[in-house]
């Protein structure tokens, strides 16, 4: 079973806690693969289009005479070959959207999850509903990488931290204004939380409360 460590609001380590089966699920790196490429594809809507030659508004007439010019033959000036003409074979703005089943992505979720407790990138905040201001939701994370980010033996940090995910339970929704005001840093629900977003979120900072209801 997974552990994750604990902390205050004011950053002090306050022991851990065994996160739920959802943070135990078998390695399964085809399904989180597929995940992502599904919300990559999404993301991005795909919908550009370009003119053909029979959409441009342009006059239809020929533009001198087919022979006896001593030049090519040319016909309407909205021919792909002119600045100004439609484009052949251009994007038609047809979006065909890849999709997962529900329960392929339930399950993408967890693997994910799984993955980052095993990393050691899940951390617990109890009363993280309670920050008011965003010097104290600064000094929060500072403290947590000062105890979570290890050094190695060369020096090294083990984990470069770039960004960090908040995930915040609803009854503690109003603290998003605050944490959002921290450099790299993403506050989402637990209930839009999705493969994607754990695979790329950095450290996961959750919020207690969405495990231990009181």
């Not at 074979?89 to 392929?104: D, Q, S, Y």
């Not at 600064?138 to 940090?157: A, R, S």
């Amino acid at each position: 079973m997974s552990k994750a460590n604990v902390y205050s609001a004011k950053g002090i380590r306050k022991g851990s806690y065994s996160l739920p089966a959802i943070f135990g699920e078998k390695e399964n790196l085809p399904l989180l693969a597929q995940a992502v490429r599904v919300y990559e594809d999404r993301k991005h809507l795909g919908l550009a289009k370009a003119k053909t030659r029979a959409e441009i508004e342009r006059t239809k007439k020929k533009w001198y005479r087919q022979k006896g010019t001593g030049g090519a033959r040319h016909g309407a000036r909205s021919a792909p070959i002119f600045v100004g003409g439609g484009v052949a074979h251009g994007p038609k703005g047809v979006k065909r959207t890849l999709a997962l089943p529900v329960k392929m992505k339930r399950k993408a979720l967890a693997v994910a999850l799984s993955l980052k407790a095993k990393e050691a990138e899940v951390v617990l905040v109890d009363g993280l509903g309670t920050l008011k201001k965003a010097k104290d939701a600064q000094k929060l994370v500072n403290k947590i990488v000062k105890n979570e980010v290890k050094e190695t033996h060369t020096g090294i940090n083990r984990k470069k931290v770039t960004k960090f995910t908040f995930v915040v339970s609803d009854e503690a929704w109003g603290v998003a204004k605050v944490l959002g005001n921290i450099k790299n840093t993403l506050v989402v629900p637990f209930g839009s939380l999705n493969a994607y977003r754990v695979f790329f979120g950095g450290i996961l900072i959750f919020d207690k409360g969405i495990f231990v209801k009181k």
